[in-house]
T-cell receptor, first 112, second 113 residues
């Protein structure tokens, strides 16, 4: 069965610094998608970034980028130039064939 | 209204009550989902509907009953719930052809007394 593990329940980063959130997953499928979602306090969950497993190039969206290591089944999120608005719960998600699996989340605190 | 909306935003119900949660998506998507979010637990997928047909039911107790009358609306009917069912219930939608990127509603905070 597929699993998604986020081993960092909480992380802190200084404003303007860089932080990396970890995510590992387990699957026997070769074709799948990986996502990072952000859930600000009392606000809607929104998509941060998406990676197709068949693509070797790491996805990038402005200050957000991923380090996708398919063989190692690792999918970390790097946030550069952190801003106060980045404070939120971050969820890593795996989507395979009729499988939608989320990790337990990492709470990111941004320090002014 | 834009995106995914959910009503009510907050609901308190007794264990013998019957209530329904409503979700509506204005994105033209063809798949809709119900999730349960409890503190310190992974987001739990409950039900999936693709083109109004239920394709996933992750061993959800029968006291939760989904209904998808069309591709824009999704309901979750609740009856004889237990206190451990208290949680945030999230609705999401996606366009299957574009890789399952999901758009979430704000959720309904449910408290069972």
């Amino acid at each position: 069965a597929q699993t998604v593990t986020q081993s960092q329940p909480e992380m802190s980063v200084q404003e303007a610094e860089t932080v990396t959130l970890s995510c590992t997953y387990d699957t026997s499928e070769s074709d799948y998608y990986l996502f990072w979602y952000k859930q600000p306090p009392s606000r809607q969950m929104i998509l941060v970034i998406r990676q197709e497993a068949y693509k070797q190039q790491n996805a990038t969206e402005n200050r957000f980028s991923v380090n996708f290591q398919k063989a190692a089944k690792s999918f970390s999120l790097k946030i550069s130039d952190s801003q106060l608005g980045d404070a939120a719960m971050y969820f890593c998600a795996y989507v395979g064939t009729y499988k939608y699996i989320f990790g337990t989340g990492t709470r990111l605190k941004v320090l002014a | 209204e834009t995106g995914v909306t959910q009503t009510p935003r907050h609901l308190v119900m007794g264990m013998t009550n019957k209530k329904s949660l409503k979700c509506e998506q204005h994105l033209g998507h063809n798949a809709m989902y119900w999730y349960k979010q409890s503190a310190k637990k992974p987001l739990e997928l409950m039900f999936v509907y693709n083109f109004k047909e239920q394709t996933e039911n992750n061993s959800v107790p029968s006291r939760f009953s989904p209904e998808c009358p069309n591709s824009s609306h999704l309901f979750l009917h609740l009856h004889t719930l237990q206190p451990e069912d208290s949680a945030l219930y999230l609705c999401a939608s996606s366009q299957i052809a574009t890789g399952y990127e999901q758009y979430f509603g704000p959720g309904t905070r449910l408290t069972v007394t």
